[in-house]
């Protein structure tokens, strides 16, 4: 499998396309004005404790407060409010642990009145965007995310992911992590830290512990609801947990994003650093790769399969639902088992890659063509399930109810990307009207007489749709003629067949058009 990285970077923010075999399976947008990115550390506020949520509003700068729920406390949570308070009265000195009492693991089953009071400063971690009119839900169980290695503070555990499978490297791990790692910091070893040596995760481990030591120093002095320690951009995020071996290209089109993008690959994948190249084509990077026109095609409300069916996609407040249609995909009575199975199957592959692209989070449901033999029930829920393998956000996928309706819960932290696809109609500007065409040739004479005889212009050329240009010219004596007679002086006709037929403009001498 090919992977490549498109970006497209403007004063706004950035544009992230991710290809799979040329094919666009993940779109992320980086907003410069977003200052809430999953990761983020903030000191919050407690605003209001809800008894009846078993939960707290915290102030974290948002126009509205933010969720926090017991569930997302975290067990040391009370070593976090006592670390909190030692470290802004000057208390505690030391940036690391190693001197620090944990206080007990709170009860799961407790109240979160127990643990926080109003007024009360707490650091919180963002653990998913704002999202439709809800403020930023968070978390106080901290946790700081490298490339081999995430840091987890007031533990001891060292976990390992379940993806690898082989015991033997697994022991390996855990034995590099318990020579290296501090004191009262537990360690989660991350997939792609599989066969890295000594040396890389050294050199990962003593980047989080910096960005632990930072956000220790900045502590004591930074403001309530204010932001203590940044996640690092989108960018950087998506390189850090996807960037391996199969990739073949990053292209970007700004030289001081491509410097810094380089200059990080160099950081974790020294190998890979010549795979970053930098767009020099005239024309945008977008258009030059064809992700536009990818764009254009995968959202919307309908979206074409490449057998002739689609599927009909529908966004509700509590769920999305997807409609899978075999089109113009007609089959014999015998065959028709066949024909749905086949269909299904391509459907099931385009709904892996549009639950990527859009970032479609919550509840989806699924209205697969109707199958009545169980084992290509059974094959298609295994097939979607691989498909869906590729999707690092957590989701469960439930086998078809008797109705055939397949249903998918999918996490959600980040606003669903959603692209309108639809353009304003350029003859009537989405009103469904355009002016009269009898009025069309009394519209450009008018203009005539402000370009020619107000404006003075000369040697102007007029520019219309093909039929209008062949109206204008037909005859011995036409149109052309009588504007000759009436203005003193040639007018040039040309035609575009890009615009509508009441569309027209003129351009001066030098080729510029005259803005009316």
Known sequence: MIKELIIDSTPNGATIALLQDKQLVELHKEQVTNNYTVGDIYLGKIKKIMPGLNA?????????????????????????????????????????????????????????????????????????????????????????????????????????????????????????????????????????????????????????????????????????????????????????????????????????????????????????????????????IFEYYGIDKQIKGAFGKTVNLAGGAYLVIEHTEALHVIDVNSGNRTANKENQEENAFQVNKEAAREIARQLRLRDMGGIVVIDFIDMHKPTNR?????????????????????????FGLVQITRQRVRPEMNIVTSEVCPACHGTGTIRPTILLLDDIENNFNYILVEQNEKNITLVVHPYVEAYIKQGLFNRQWKWYFKYGQRIKVKSNPAYQITEFHFFSSKDEEIKL
């Open 378 to 402: 059974k094959e298609l829920f295994d097939y979607l399930r691989a498909e869906m393998s590729h999707d690092r956000a957590k989701h469960t996928i439930l086998p078809p109810s008797k």
């Open 56 to 284: 707290a509003f915290v102030d974290v700068g948002y126009e509205k407060d933010a969720f926090l729920h017991y569930l997302d406390l975290g067990p040391q949570v009370q070593s976090l409010v006592k670390l909190t308070k030692l470290v802004r009265s000057g208390g505690y000195q030391s940036k690391l642990l190693d001197n620090f009492k944990a206080e007990q693991d709170i009860n799961k089953s407790g109240k979160i009145s127990e643990v926080f009071t109003k007024g009360q400063l707490i650091p919180v971690q963002i653990a998913k965007e704002p999202i439709s009119t809800k403020g930023p839900r968070l978390s106080s169980d901290l946790s700081i995310a490298g490339r081999y290695v995430v840091l987890v503070p007031f533990s001891e555990t060292i976990s390992i992911s379940k993806k690898i499978k082989s015991n033997t490297e697994r022991n390996r791990l855990r034995k590099i992590i318990e020579s290296i790692k501090p004191k009262n910091f537990g360690v989660i070893i991350r997939t792609v830290s599989e066969g890295k040596g000594v040396t890389e995760m050294q050199a990962d481990l003593r980047d989080l512990v910096s960005k632990w030591e930072t956000f220790i120093t900045r502590l004591p002095t930074v403001e309530p609801a204010k932001k203590a320690l940044g996640e690092i951009d989108r960018t950087s995020t998506l390189l850090r947990d996807i960037l391996n071996p199969d990739f073949q290209h990053i292209y970007v089109n700004e030289n001081t994003i491509f410097e810094e993008i380089r200059t990080y690959v160099h950081q974790i994948s020294p190998e890979l650093e010549n795979i970053v190249r930098l767009h020099k084509h005239k024309e945008p």
